[in-house]
């Protein structure tokens, strides 16, 4: 990796601007007396994939929900697509989860109860869309992912890459302006690892989608266009994320 320049602010006159899709604006978050984020700052372009990067402890994941509307910072600013998401009410953020985001985890946090369809296709059944559509959807992405004939399977009878597919379809299907990956590889063996990298990645710059990618992996940080670095609640450098794999 290597150190880069920061973009220049919304509004310079200097070089070309970027178009940010999401911005967190000098963000303090504390739980209870320990404070997990003390002033960060972020920004992720539109199409952009960034890994944020850092020990064990240093506040990224905190800022990623920050970020995604799931924690609101104590102080600070988070913005998404020229609106500040920290001052929408908590049923406005969730419509805008449901509409705009999409989200992977470590183990996925797949409905256990569920079918791989069903998993799929609920975003769009909870953003009120028509079953049947839903459902042809889903199967399109079971398709695309290599999963067809598995539809019906629930959770457990999945190994954990064809799971993290299905969370992966999951998080797509709506085509949200933002995916947001926590850990997605952290469950996995390494080549399982590089293999749902490699279609996590793929399918998101064929939507254009933008990323934010926690990782405490070089090798998983290797697939973004750029990385961050978060220690003690702040974002301590930016960095080119072309590391060798």
Not at 50 to 79: F, N, Q, R
Not at 149 to 176: C, D
């Amino acid at each position: 990796m290597k150190a880069v320049a920061t973009p220049p602010a919304a509004g310079s006159a200097t070089g070309t601007v970027p178009t940010y899709v999401l911005e967190a604006r000098d963000v303090h978050r504390s739980f209870g007396s320990t404070p997990a984020l003390r002033g960060a700052n972020l920004r992720l372009a539109a199409g952009e994939i960034l890994a944020v990067m850092g020990p064990s402890g240093s506040g990224k994941s905190t800022l990623l929900h920050c970020l995604a509307g799931i924690y609101s910072p104590d102080e600070g600013e988070i913005w998404f697509s020229g609106q500040r998401l920290d001052k929408l009410s908590d049923s406005a953020r969730s419509k805008l989860r449901r509409s705009e985001f999409g989200f992977v985890f470590q183990f996925g946090q797949l409905v256990p109860e569920l079918t791989a369809a069903d998993n799929i296709a609920l975003p769009l059944l909870l953003g009120g869309g028509h079953r049947r559509t839903a459902y042809q959807q889903a199967q399109a992405w079971l398709d695309r992912l290599g999963l067809a004939g598995l539809g019906g399977r629930r959770t457990g009878e999945l190994s954990g890459g064809q799971a993290q597919r299905v969370a992966i379809a999951r998080a797509l299907v709506a085509h949200p302006r933002v995916l947001f990956a926590d850990e997605p590889t952290g469950s996995l063996d390494s080549l399982t690892g590089e293999q749902v990298m490699e279609i996590m990645v793929g399918l998101a710059r064929e939507e254009g989608t933008s990323v934010v990618l926690v990782t405490h992996d070089a090798r998983t940080a290797a697939y973004a266009d750029r990385a961050i670095i978060v220690r003690d609640g702040r974002v301590s450098a930016d960095l080119d994320a072309e590391v060798s794999r």
